[in-house]
């Protein structure tokens, strides 16, 4: 309590009181939730205390200054289509619209095909100042029609450049020369378990919301979220992301997009959102503004984790193989179920996300090493990816 003045000593005994609730740190006091707060100078003996509004506090809030850097790029998507209800007959529908016709054969209780106009909405980020959107591919899935509107109050219609469901996801590309507001893309490969995570959207329609959370876990496969026939690692978030958060961007801390948010999970274990990381996101996004299609290469394997020897050990690093597409590129260079991936490209592999990642970034049409484990013996062997498209008649 030496070289304190009069007023700490009187909010501190008002702590040794428990009349105050104390946040402690080595500069820093922070009492009664934010109420105050004890600053203190190096020699932590001469306290000042500031109130709300004061310079001390006027800057608590760092979503704010990232959202203010990438949020004027985050847009509306509205789109829709029209929809035609088939009529409960046998009869071709275009016979049931003449009304003289079904009176003849006393169908006037048959409806006649009807059409109706169904709307949706979703959310996209501006990623090029050429007017790009990137957003879900199921958000712009069979529309007719489709108006995107932008932070600041425009709204601009847009024709779909490419669209790519595997990955999920779509470019849309904005009628006009702008200017438009641009986000800035981050890396998703530097991310770790437990960094800041701000999801920015329209869910329900409600422009411009945001929410925040943490990186809760990297490399989600889909698979184990029980969907089949995606290509995707997502990144987990505890960020609440709802229907009309679709293809808005998950934030970082500094306001750069390291995600498309793609998924929440509902019913059992709800409250858990996913997003497509950026890097991966671009370089599809950049293969479906050059060429409207996105490549999938593939060897025709499926890979699951190691196991370890014992439990409660750590498994090892690789990818065993758990099944071989027959006549597929795999098994015909020789790779054998059981066997375990440890490098590829003469890069060790941890886990078979990073096989798959290495696959994707060698790309198609040329040879491609691979250092396998069969036993107690060690190979190497080249094969060439394929499309996966091609897999298809196999």
Known sequence: MNGLNDVSKRVFRFFKAGKILCHCSSRAIVVGAGLVTLAFDQSLLSPVIAFPGSPELSRQSFVADAVARSGPAVVTVETQRRVRSRANSRLPPHMLIDPSFRFFFGLQGMNSPRSRIERGHGSGVIFDDQGLVLTNAHVVENMDQLMVG?????????????????????????????????????????????????????????????????????????????????????????????????????????????????????????????????NQARSIANQLVSRGWASHPVIGIGLSKVSAGRPGLESPSGAKISYVVPGGPAANGGIQVGDVIVSVGRRLMAGPADVITAINSHGVGRPLSFGLTRGARRYELYITPIEMSSMRGL
């Open 150 to 278: 932008l932070a600041d109050g425009r709204r601009v219609s847009g024709r779909v450049v490419g669209q790519d469901s595997l990955t999920d996801l779509a470019v849309i590309r904005l009628d006009g020369s702008g200017p438009w507001p641009i986000a800035a893309l981050g890396d998703s490969d530097k991310l770790r378990v437990g960094d800041w995570a701000i999801a920015v959207g329209n869910p329900y329609g409600l422009e411009n919301t945001v929410t925040m959370g943490i990186v809760s876990n990297l490399n989600r496969n889909v698979s184990q979220l029980g969907i089949s026939g995606k290509r995707l690692d997502l990144i987990q978030t505890d960020a609440a992301i709802n229907p009309g958060n679709s293809g808005g961007p998950l934030l970082n801390a500094e306001g750069e997009v390291i995600g498309i948010n793609t998924l929440v999970r509902s019913g059992p274990g709800a409250g858990l959102g996913f997003a497509i990381p950026i």
